[in-house]
């Protein structure tokens, strides 16, 4: 494992989430469960992968990063109004790219989801260059 940069900074950044009718697979279309929906809880991961980046020093002036792999599974539905603690551990920083242990917990301590996700940092303004945007 390669270390952050600024070994004084924490680990990693946790958050924390409430469930609501928006975060649902019903509202996401991701499915017809009023539960938790994948596609939200990635991104709450994301979230924290992004938190814990900046946290340790990683992406400097002008730069950004962008995820370019995420492997979670979801183990564990979490209905409305539960609580969903996230929280992304920089595990490796080699250059440019950057690899997070992602784990997700319910208020009972139960594991709702674990996994990884790399992001690669890149010059904002030059990632922003190379957008295509469709005509018209």
Do not use: K
Not at 104 to 128: C, P, Y
Request: glycine content about 10%; proline content about 7%; some cysteine.
């Amino acid at each position: 494992m390669s270390s952050p940069s600024a070994p004084s900074v924490p680990p990693s950044v946790p958050s924390s989430h409430v469930v609501t009718e928006a975060d649902t697979a019903v509202a996401l279309g991701s499915g017809d469960v009023p539960v938790l929906a994948t596609p939200r809880l990635l991104a709450w991961l994301e979230a924290a992968t992004c938190a814990a980046a900046a946290a340790a020093g990683a992406i400097g002036p002008g730069r950004t990063s962008v995820g370019t792999r995420v492997s979670v599974e979801h183990l564990l539905a979490t209905g409305v109004g539960g609580r969903v603690d996230v929280r992304a551990e920089l595990v490796h920083a080699d250059g440019r790219l950057l690899r997070f242990e992602v784990a997700a917990t319910d208020d009972a301590g139960r594991v709702v989801a674990t996994g990884q996700v790399t992001r690669v940092v890149v010059d904002r303004e030059r990632f922003l260059e190379r957008i295509v945007t469709a005509p018209g």
